[in-house]
């Protein structure tokens, strides 16, 4: 019997929110029917103008440790991650977002390895679909032998809990300097490549990603994401954290296209920045990616926009998702 006195005195949630009431009300009641319940628990509020605080309210005898920090303005959402991640003060930090599914049937191997205090991180979600062997303790490394697209997994924030020493200085530092490009969070996992970080894989995942907008295309969040890997100074490394964001399981060149294709059927949007995040992705590529993007944006420039439109309607399609036309959909070229 796993005792969550134990689990109390070393795990921390922050969740931060903006603007999501009803998402918020979802995923407090998840939570609030689960072992973490108990646990430390501070809400993040970037200053929003819709129901969160009354939702936040109705759910405030439900967690006896909750603390709302409500945001004078909107810091931006990099921003409030990283100060949930200043302000914690317990051994381990889970930072989670307000737009996600739990399943807390199955967890208490999470809950011993948090109370044993042994492992640096411990991965909680089933991001990316990947045959990670579950169960056990490992480093990023040898998950990326066996192929696991580790950086990107770990990009989605809730997916793993952390020893909050870990997050030192440093990593909030350059996360701050990240945070414009999305993924202030980025620092920390190439730190947890390059220091070896333990990594427990969860038996059963906690959590699976919810679909909210971000309100930014994935052209462009693909370009921010190799923007940060730019800061990678091995090459070969590099080209792999690029290639792995583009969900490779389906080709680079294919789901280069899907990018550039995708964002041309909304290029009246942006023009300006469709050619600075091209530029970016040009600078941040090895030789081969150079080709690659090259012959995917030629094709995605060039191609009748009907046709790309019929193409886009057929991915939905294909993954058993409702068409709604001129919206993008991460799915579309993030997940396999």
Known sequence: ????????????????TYNRSEHLEK?????????????????YDNHSSDDTEKVCQRYADRFPKLKIVRHDKNIGGGPNFLRA??????????????????????CSDVIASVRDGVCDIIWVSDEHLESWERGLVTTADVLMKQGARYYP???????????????????????????????????????????????YVA???IITRGWGSTGVSPFSQYAAWCKC????????????????????????????FALVGCERLDFSRNRKRFWKDAILLWLSYSLKQRLYFLAAFISGML?????????????????????????FDPRDVYEN
Not at 7 to 12: A, F, V
């Open 27 to 43: 995923t407090l009641g998840q939570l609030a029917q689960s072992p973490f319940s108990r646990v430390k628990f501070t809400l």
């Open 1 to 16: 019997m796993v005792s969550y006195s134990s689990l109390e005195d070393q795990l921390e949630i922050a969740l931060i």
């Open 229 to 256: 890997a730019l800061s990678i100074t091995d090459r070969k490394l590099r080209a792999r954290v690029i290639e792995d964001m583009t969900g490779a399981g389906g080709g680079l060149l294919k789901e280069l």
């Open 303 to 327: 191609l009748p926009l009907s046709f790309l439109g019929f193409l886009r309607k057929m991915n939905y399609r294909l993954r058993g998702l409702p068409y709604i036309e001129k919206e």
């Open 153 to 199: 997994a770990l990009s989605f924030v809730p997916s793993i809990i952390f020893k909050t020493e870990l997050f030192d200085g440093d990593c909030l530092e350059q996360g701050y300097r990240f945070y414009e490009y999305l993924y202030p969070q980025f620092p920390f996992i190439h730190k947890s490549f390059t220091n070896r970080f333990s990594v």
């Open 203 to 205: 038996l059963t995942p």
């Open 85 to 106: 991640i200043e302000l914690s003060t317990s051994a381990y930090t889970w930072v989670l977002c307000d737009d996600d599914d739990y399943d807390f049937s199955d």
